[in-house]
T-cell receptor
Framework: NAGVMQNPRHLVRRRGQEARLRCSPM?????VYWYRQLPEEGLKFMVY????????ESGMPKERFSAEFPKEGPSILRIQQVVRGDSAAYFC?????????????FGPGTRLLVL | GIQVEQSPPDLILQEGANSTLRCNFS?????LQWFHQNPWGQLINLFY???GTKQNGRLSATTVATERYSLLYISSSQTTDSGVYFC????????????FGQGTRLTINP
C-alpha cells in the first residue's frame, strides 16, 4: 500500500526556468494539498485540489504558480520563471475525503533549489 | 486566521530522558495532527488527535480542545527521536488546509 509519492525528490533550476513537481496521492485518495516549507520554517498551505477542480488556492502566489489535478495522472505544481526565493521544500498531502475527520498523509517532498 | 504556537522552540536532552512538547491554538479546530520531521526532511504522521488522548509506544498525545492546547509526550528518548516536531491544525468550520506551528527542534544526545 504505497504512500503519497512525489517526484522528483530534488530539482535544480536556474533563474527563469520552469519547475514541474508531481504528486501521486495514496490509493483511494481523491483530495490533494500542496504545502511549501521555506528553510527553518513550518509548512504553509498553498492549494487544495480534487480531481479536475481547484477548491482553495488562497495560499498560492498570484503570479508564476499554478496547480492541476487531472482526471488521469498525478497532480502537478508548476512554477514558471523561477526565482531564488522559490527555493524551498514542496510537500504534497492527500486525504480520502473532505471530511474534517480525515488525516492528511504527506509525501517525502521535493527540494527545489534555484541557482 | 488561526494562530498556532509551539513551545519550547528548542529542546536538548540526553538519551533516556522524557519530554513534553506543547501546542497552543487560538480558535476551535476540527483537525489536529502531530508530525515528526526527521533529519532527512521527511514528515512522519504521529497522531491525528483533535481531542482526547492517544498512545503509540513511547509516544502519547493529549488534546484539550476546550482549552485549545495539545501536548506530545516522548518517554525514554532515543537519538532517532531527534528532529523537528510540528503541530498542525485545521480550524473548525473552515477548509481542511492545515496551519502549522513553527515547530520544536528536539536534539537527543547519546
Amino acid at each position: 500500500n504505497a504512500g503519497v509519492m512525489q517526484n522528483p525528490r530534488h530539482l535544480v533550476r536556474r533563474r527563469g526556468q520552469e519547475a514541474r513537481l508531481r504528486c501521486s496521492p495514496m490509493k483511494g485518495h481523491s483530495h490533494v494539498y500542496w504545502y511549501r516549507q521555506l528553510p527553518e520554517e513550518g509548512l504553509k498551505f498553498m492549494v487544495y485540489l480534487q480531481k479536475e477542480n481547484i477548491i482553495d488556492e488562497s495560499g498560492m502566489p498570484k503570479e508564476r504558480f499554478s496547480a492541476e489535478f487531472p482526471k488521469e495522472g498525478p497532480s502537478i505544481l508548476r512554477i514558471q520563471q523561477v526565482v531564488r526565493g522559490d527555493s524551498a521544500a514542496y510537500f504534497c498531502a492527500s486525504s480520502r475525503s473532505y471530511s474534517y475527520q480525515e488525516t492528511q498523509y504527506f509525501g517525502p517532498g521535493t527540494r527545489l533549489l534555484v541557482l | 486566521g488561526i494562530q498556532v504556537e509551539q513551545s519550547p522552540p528548542d529542546l536538548i536532552l540526553q538519551e533516556g530522558a522524557n519530554s513534553t512538547l506543547r501546542c497552543n491554538f487560538s480558535d476551535s479546530v476540527n483537525n489536529l495532527q502531530w508530525f515528526h520531521q526527521n533529519p532527512w526532511g521527511q514528515l512522519i504522521n504521529l497522531f491525528y488527535i483533535p481531542s482526547g488522548t492517544k498512545q503509540n509506544g513511547r509516544l502519547s498525545a493529549t488534546t484539550v480542545a476546550t482549552e485549545r492546547y495539545s501536548l506530545l509526550y516522548i518517554s525514554s528518548s532515543q537519538t532517532t527521536d531527534s528532529g523537528v516536531y510540528f503541530c498542525a491544525v485545521a480550524p473548525a468550520g473552515g477548509a481542511q488546509k492545515l496551519v502549522f506551528g513553527q515547530g520544536t527542534r528536539l536534539t537527543i544526545n547519546p
